[in-house]
């Protein structure tokens, strides 16, 4: 990372008090700050947060309810852009992304780049098989989407922000306040011809084992966002076209 980078790590948290110490912990061996968003914890989860705090260069912003994950996403980063930060890393709280994965997502950087860095996992055995061949299903749809293979796995919990970027996006389309914003994020930024990095992280099922996805909530939620980005690709379906041709010839 270049000297006028200034990039963070932003931990959206909801209730992984039992993982979120250790996933602090790991992610401190990158010499960053540290910014903890409390999407509305409970008591305890809360408690732990205030403690992890305390330690320098941690920053805490607190949500006054739980919102979701894309919101508490979309939360930290103007945070981020208010505290300066050019950049921000997200990863999840609950400890299944491999710390030392992550070094690549800020290697180079300057505080102009404006790449997307995605995380797209190496699971090991402990990954559900039904969730691992389930992510397929979504893999088709944004390819579809996007009418391109640019984005390996959109599902993953690790993301490099452009933070000035980002937030410019999300001002014009907010993405979705749960589990949405994750894939539709990625999908707008390709249609807008930004630059997207895939980057491999392992990945183990979490430390605590606590899952917030809510079966009929998030799985309609999600039908909706794969409808409306693939009635998005039929309007923009002649310039994705000629971004294709034009891809093409240039590699050919």
Known sequence: MRDDARACVIIPVYNHADAVGRTCQALRRLEVPLLLIDDGCEL?????????????????????????????????????????????LQVDADGQHDASDLPPFLAGLSADDTTLRIGYPRFDASVPRHRFYARYLTHSLVWLSTLSFALRDTMCGVKLYPVAATNQLVAQHPCGDRMQFDTELPVRWIWDARPVENLPVRVSYPLDGVSHFAMWRDNRQLTAMHLRLLAGMLRRLPLLLGRHARMTRSTG
């Open 44 to 88: 305890a989860c809360a408690a732990v947060l205030e403690r992890l705090a305390d330690a320098p260069r941690t920053h805490l912003l607190k949500l006054p309810h739980n919102q979701g994950k894309g919101a508490a996403v979309k939360a930290g980063l103007r945070e981020a852009q208010r505290l300066g930060f050019t950049h921000a």
